[in-house]
């Protein structure tokens, strides 16, 4: 058995898929009065499954392994490690991409 297939399918989702499943996902930063966070929420077949994993701004390991046991609840995952090597890299890709194309501050 393989682990799901993990692809870049546009600017803001990534897609998993293995078989006839698929889900996309999408992470983004949220900040709080008090603190920052990465959140990934997931769609299935273009359906909100409302459900959200979160993790510290600064900790993207940390969000990646919480994807991937959100993920092995819908799919199954046989090599656990390298999945969460795969999505740490998609989620800093992602987080590199998005901080390139935020539009600057305003200075004073």
């Known amino acids: 058995m393989e682990n799901p297939i993990i692809s870049m399918a546009q600017a803001k989702f990534v897609v998993i898929s293995k ?7 999408h992470v983004g930063n949220e900040s709080h009065a008090s603190f920052h966070t990465l959140v990934c929420r997931f ?8 459900a ?7 900790n993207p390991q940390r969000l990646a392994q ?7 609840a819908y799919l199954r995952v046989t090599d656990r490690a390298t999945l969460e ?15 390139l ?5 305003p200075t004073r």
Do not use: G, Y
């Open 52 to 58: 959200a994993v979160i993790a510290p701004r600064d």
């Open 66 to 72: 919480r994807i991937v046991s959100f993920i092995s």
């Open 101 to 105: 194309n935020a539009p600057p501050f």
């Open 85 to 99: 090597q795969e999505m740490l890299r998609c989620i800093e890709s992602h987080l590199r991409q998005h901080a």
């Open 43 to 50: 769609l299935e077949n273009d359906q909100d499954l409302f």
């Open 19 to 25: 078989h006839t499943r698929s889900l996309a996902m």
